[in-house]
């Protein structure tokens, strides 16, 4: 079964410094999503994707977040300059023309910023 | 701002028993509505989807969905104890590319 997949399952960086988590969405599907769960807390939408634009995000993503698909098959989250706040699991998601509403998640990445 | 509220719980349920999960959401707008699971340090697994008002069953699993009470619920028959999970009540607001905006998950213990 088609599946979604995320690199590195696990990050951990110093704050200030730059990441870039990467994401496999199922490769028939045309809109993309990355989500965060902080610790403790609910799942956060930050952003959706289609047709290499960002067609939403919230609040939470600022010009310190950008997102791009470098190529057919990868889709990948920037945070520039990392706080200690943006210490998360990091989600990402797909779904597909047809039934675009369902979204199917990856196992995500758990990023620690120090 | 679109909420989406569920009871934290935690809700212990025998096994065997039937596992009620409630959610209720704030923008009347609303149109499709997810129930996920979450095991501990994983990522959502999509259980149900449901966009019309009524019931929808899945092998164990059971949405019920009434719009004009802003509710929605997740019955789980015969529990298992590999039920024992987060779920996560989810809502789109518009058919198409849209957020989920999600509740805090109830967490459900099924007691062998």
């Known amino acids: 079964e088609p599946e979604v997949t995320q690199t590195p399952s696990h990050q951990v960086t110093q704050m200030g410094q730059e990441v870039i988590l990467r994401c496999v969405p199922i490769s028939n599907h045309l809109y993309f999503y990355w989500y965060r769960q902080i610790l403790g807390q609910k799942v956060e939408f930050l952003v959706s994707?289609?047709?290499?634009?960002?067609?939403?995000k919230s609040e939470i993503f600022d010009d310190q977040f950008s997102v791009e698909r470098p190529d057919g098959s990868n889709f990948t989250l920037k945070i520039r300059s990392t706080k200690l706040e943006d210490s998360a699991m990091y989600f990402c998601?797909?779904?597909?023309?047809?039934?675009?509403?369902?979204?199917?998640f990856g196992p995500g990445t758990r990023l620690l910023v120090l | 701002q679109k909420e989406v509220e569920q009871n934290s719980g935690p809700l212990s349920v025998p096994e065997g028993a039937i596992a009620s999960l409630n959610c209720t959401y704030s923008d009347r707008g609303s149109q499709s509505f997810f129930w996920y699971r979450q095991y501990s340090g994983k990522s959502p697994e999509l259980i149900m989807s449901i966009y019309s008002n009524g019931d929808k069953e899945d092998g164990r699993f059971t949405a019920q969905l009434n719009k004009a009470s802003q509710y929605v619920s997740l019955l789980i028959r015969d529990s298992q104890p590999s039920d024992s999970a987060t779920y996560l009540c989810a809502v789109i607001a518009n058919f198409g590319n849209e957020k989920l905006t999600f509740g805090t998950g109830t967490r459900l213990t099924i007691i062998p």
């Open positions: 994707f289609y047709n290499n634009e960002i067609s939403e």
């Open positions: 998601a797909s779904s597909d023309q047809q039934y675009q509403e369902t979204q199917y």
